[in-house]
């Protein structure tokens, strides 16, 4: 949601790190800061590690430009771990879990002139029952340098006494209708609601409605796909409140084709998601992205090469990055964030290339021996359903990944399905598979991919597989080199690649195949198996190569697809 009257409060901020959990403000701070990047990060100037049993303080002075009668909210994408926050002194509101934004109204605490806003953030990384994806205190391999502390935007809004708090958008592409659901905050809200729906400046709706739930018939609608994109803008006027945003009219959903495979489909026409591993780690922010130009930039690369889809891994990406996806037309996968451990090396790494299958209500072997630890996933998987629910390009939810956590993998698919069941589910990704959800889900590294029909009727998809590495002088930031497979030079890696995708891909596509993930989008640290290294500024393998084979596969399945019929 979209206001004008808003203010960036990203920039230099203070900081310092005490010993123990958060007690008084400290009178005296350690030095400067640069907000949103973690203070582990070379871009936040800082350059040190929060410890756990340590605790990081932020401040800022700011002013307001508060009208009469607004409140004033103050809006943090993300701040990890847990974090108490202080407004001239006073404690505004409290936050656990370092993936999920939070506001808060701090109107009450707001003064004439200079406002001091304060942050006390504790992190205890993998030490803890929270949510913290591939970060470990003792990285190395596929585990990363832990962050900390603010690492996404700080900004404040100002609002009318009565305004929209939160908005549901609902495309239903069948009916050629899209529903909105606003949740208001203060008093009754005004009886009217203002609905304007634009393509490009044309208003195609306008109407007024009663109530906070709206049917909107769209005319003579426009699709969403990656091939073309389109987005509807939306104005909503409530009262004094205002808020823009936008949809796409698109419905994700399974297909059966000719030959009786499922497939992925996409407004009633069958779609192979060809796509690649993406971690969200950049060389110099960590968990942030230099820029948003940083981010379109490479979202645009991955477009350019033929890819119609990222798999976001244990992370929870800033609302603009699924923007971007949303405007440049590329399907998200998006993993929930993964937790719970410490993980046994024999069920994680081991016995799933034995073969063996593990009931996942055996809490202990999987790392979720703590009930609390298992109600904190599931609050989280409800706080991400909540945050990304109007993603237009968000088309698969991945709740686990190879076992790390996992637990109860049945309901979890269950009750996600009832908090969204507009998108399919790769339940558990790799292994331990326990028959539920939309998707048959392989991870293949070394060894040869042979599709087995599925017992369930679901769609399959290999969903990591290549992880080829080649080390690149100069653009590297470890002398630990991690991969599946070390490779000498560019040409070797293309070869390579190109083989196992004939093999892989198109060998498997006319068969069944729905779903490709390439492991990965960019090198992470040690892990130097991305087509791109860990500062983006190499492409390791031949572009025209990467193209030419990902234009055979979409040939193929389409070819493999036809006179398919909806399930």
């Not at 993993?335 to 451990?341: E, L």
């Not at 069941?421 to 959800?437: F, N, V």
């Given at each position: 949601m979209m206001r004008k009257h808003w203010e960036n409060l990203n920039g230099v901020w203070e900081y310092a790190i005490l010993e123990g959990v958060p007690g008084r403000i400290p009178a005296r701070f350690d030095g400067e800061i640069v907000v949103p990047f973690s203070p582990e990060s070379a871009l936040s100037g800082v350059g040190r590690r929060l410890e756990p049993g340590q605790t990081l303080w932020y401040s800022r002075k700011v002013r307001f430009d508060a009208g009469e009668g607004e409140r004033v909210l103050l809006h943090f994408g993300a701040v990890d771990q847990c974090c108490t926050v202080y407004c001239n002194g006073n404690t505004a509101g409290r936050h656990e879990g370092g993936y999920w934004p939070f506001s808060l109204d701090i109107t009450e605490f707001v003064k004439e002139g200079e406002n001091l806003i304060q942050l006390a953030v504790t992190d205890e990384s993998d030490g803890g029952l929270q949510a913290y994806g591939k970060q470990r205190m003792e990285r190395g391999g596929i585990w990363y340098t832990p962050q900390s502390g603010i690492w996404q935007t700080v900004w404040v809004e100002y609002v009318p006494e009565v305004y929209i708090r939160d908005l549901k958008i609902t495309p239903h592409y069948d009916e050629g209708c899209v529903d909105f659901t606003l949740f208001f905050q203060g008093q009754l809200p005004p009886s009217e609601v203002l609905l304007e729906i634009f393509d490009g400046d044309t208003a195609v709706v306008r109407e007024k409605f009663q109530g906070n739930r709206i049917r909107a018939v769209v005319p003579e609608f426009k699709s969403w796909s990656p091939e073309s994109p389109f987005l509807y803008r939306v104005i909503l006027t409530v009262g004094e409140d205002c808020v823009e945003s936008y949809f796409g009219m698109r419905k994700f959903g399974m297909m059966m084709d000719a030959h009786g495979y499922p497939r992925l489909a996409l407004n009633g026409r069958p779609v192979f998601h060809n796509g690649l591993l993406d971690q969200g780690y950049f060389s110099d922010g960590l968990y942030t992205a230099p820029s948003d130009?940083?981010?379109?930039?490479?979202?645009?690369?991955?477009?350019?090469?033929?890819?119609?889809?990222?798999?976001?891994?244990?992370?929870?990406?800033?609302?603009?990055?699924?923007?971007?996806?949303?405007?440049?037309?590329?399907?998200?996968?998006?993993?929930?964030?993964?937790?719970?451990?410490?993980?046994?090396?024999?069920?994680?790494?081991?016995?799933?290339?034995?073969?063996?299958?593990?009931?996942?209500?055996?809490?202990?072997?999987?790392?979720?021996?703590?009930?609390?630890?298992?109600?904190?996933?599931?609050?989280?998987?409800?706080?991400?359903?909540?945050?990304?629910?109007?993603?237009?390009?968000?088309?698969?939810?991945?709740?686990?990944?190879?076992?790390?956590?996992?637990?109860?993998?049945?309901?979890?698919?269950?009750?996600?399905?009832?908090?969204?069941?507009?998108?399919?589910?790769?339940?558990?990704?790799?292994?331990?598979?326990?028959?539920?959800?939309?998707?048959?889900?392989?991870?293949?590294?070394?060894?040869?991919?042979?599709?087995?029909?599925?017992?369930?009727g679901r769609i399959q998809a290999l969903t990591e597989f290549g992880g080829y590495s080649c080390p690149s002088r100069k653009h590297m930031v470890s002398r630990r080199l991690f991969g599946y497979r070390i490779l000498k030079s560019r040409e070797e890696l293309t070869e390579v690649y190109e083989k196992l995708y004939r093999e892989e891909v198109l060998g498997n596509v006319e068969h069944g195949l729905s779903a490709a993930v390439y492991t990965q989008v960019s090198d992470v640290e040690d892990e130097i198996n991305g087509l791109f290294t860990y500062d983006r500024a190499v492409l390791k393998i031949n572009k025209e190569t990467v193209r030419r084979i990902n234009r055979e596969i979409q040939e193929m399945f389409e070819k493999a697809s036809a006179a398919a019929d909806t399930l």
């Open positions: 130009e940083a981010i379109v930039e490479e979202l645009s690369r991955v477009k350019a090469l033929g890819f119609n889809m990222l798999r976001k891994h244990i992370k929870i990406e800033p609302m603009r990055w699924y923007y971007h996806c949303d405007r440049l037309g590329i399907f998200v996968w998006q993993d929930f964030v993964s937790g719970g451990g410490p993980f046994n090396i024999w069920m994680t790494q081991n016995l799933p290339f034995l073969g063996v299958e593990v009931k996942d209500d055996r809490y202990k072997l999987l790392g979720r021996r703590d009930p609390l630890g298992r109600r904190i996933f599931e609050k989280n998987m409800r706080d991400t359903v909540k945050a990304l629910y109007n993603v237009v390009s968000l088309a698969v939810w991945v709740p686990f990944n190879e076992g790390w956590g996992q637990f109860d993998a049945v309901r979890i698919a269950q009750t996600l399905h009832k908090l969204d069941p507009t998108r399919l589910i790769d339940h558990a990704s790799g292994w331990y598979d326990q028959g539920a959800g939309d998707i048959r889900s392989y991870h293949v590294y070394n060894r040869r991919f042979r599709m087995k029909k599925d017992p369930c």
